[in-house]
């Protein structure tokens, strides 16, 4: 038991009666979108990006969710977090554990009362297994790669072109920049929006369709499965480090797009390395990036070489100059 959950227990039921949904709905900004009406919320599913809005449902008295749309199942918070994030149920319990600082009471957890076994881990899985992101129906093409604000972050023409990248003239996206990510496979899954500039008062910067699944995906995957593999896997945590590591000459470049690694990604990480093989974390230079970068290098530790590449507070790789990302990351091989 301690082998498979590498020593970290964790109880279901206090991590159920300790948490509410709506605190973990807020986690993921998803709980100004529903609707609520008395002891209920009601919305469009964010599990398979549906458009009913009254498919999925909230029971704040249960503490529980249900869709009767696409996904036809439901349950505990511990199952919208393993949907969510695309990881077991014990993975859900474990970030859960992390997200709200809850420690399960000495003397219990796995095997001990009221904890959980291996069979009912499996049933819950079974029950509602992580849904991956659909390949999309539309293209947002044509879009403009010839926008200052590409320019202005510092792309170079064959960059944009490669990544595909541009303005967006029309469509959900429009008025922003464009950003495609696709799956393993390499199949176009979603557009990404960054505003070109400073986003207005209460815009966010960064836009992501409803529903989408970013855990289950590594941006530019597919580019980097073709690349070169004597260079090391370079992890950054967003679209634009990626950018310009992959321009600064390292072609075997992947974003989390976020500071946290997923389990998904965790192994599409370890397949795209190779076993015993070299991978250069670079994240952000700020508290998220940091906590990031030591829990995956924790994890990833177990069957790679991690080395973290470290930047100053306030910085992202996309700061610094082609010369000396480069120069970073060459430093990092070295150690
Ligand atoms: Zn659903």
């Keep these: 038991m301690t082998e498979i959950h590498h020593g970290r227990f964790v109880c279901f039921e206090e991590l159920k009666q300790a948490i509410a949904i709506e605190q973990v709905l807020e986690r993921y900004g998803l ?7 008395g002891d209920h919320l009601s919305g469009a599913c964010p599990l398979h990006r549906g458009h009913n809005p009254t498919q999925f449902r909230v029971s704040l008295s249960k503490n529980c969710w249900i869709c009767f749309g696409d996904c ?28 709200f600082n809850l420690l399960p009471r000495a003397g219990q957890g796995i095997g001990q009362g009221q904890g959980l076994t291996l069979s009912s ?36 023409p064959e960059t944009i072109a490669t990544f595909g990248l541009g303005w967006c003239p029309h469509g959900s996206l429009q008025g922003w920049i464009a950003i495609p990510i696709h799956d393993a496979q390499g199949r176009l899954v979603a557009y990404a929006g960054r505003w070109p500039g400073q986003p207005l008062a209460g815009q966010p910067k960064y836009r992501l369709p409803r529903g989408f699944g970013k ?62 093989q070299e991978v250069l974390l670079f994240l952000d230079g700020d508290a998220a990036g940091s906590k990031g970068a030591a829990e995956a290098a924790t994890r990833l530790n177990r069957s790679v070489i991690v080395q973290i590449v470290p930047l100053a507070e306030g910085q992202q790789p996309d700061d610094l100059p082609a010369m000396e990302l ?8 070295l150690r």
């Design 31 to 37: 709980r100004e979108r529903l609707r609520r009406s």
């Design 72 to 99: 036809h199942c439901g349950g505990s918070i511990l199952d919208l977090v393993a949907r969510m994030e695309g990881i077991p149920i014990h993975e859900a319990g474990l970030r859960l554990q992390d997200w």
């Design 121 to 156: 881990i499996r049933e819950k899985t079974v029950r509602c297994p992580p849904r991956p992101n659909r390949p999309l129906a539309f293209t947002l093409a044509p879009l403009e790669p010839a926008h200052p604000y590409l320019k202005a972050r510092g792309l170079l």
């Design 215 to 276: 855990s289950f995906e590594l941006f530019n995957q597919h580019r980097a499965e073709l690349a070169p593999k004597a260079a090391p896997l370079v992890v950054t945590e967003g679209f634009f480090g990626c950018l310009h590591v992959w321009q600064s000459g390292y072609p075997r470049v992947v974003a989390l797009m976020g500071s946290v690694l997923s389990r998904a990604q965790e192994q599409r990480i370890l397949e795209l390395a190779g076993v015993g």
């Design 326 to 333: 480069r120069r970073r990351l060459d430093q990092a091989r």
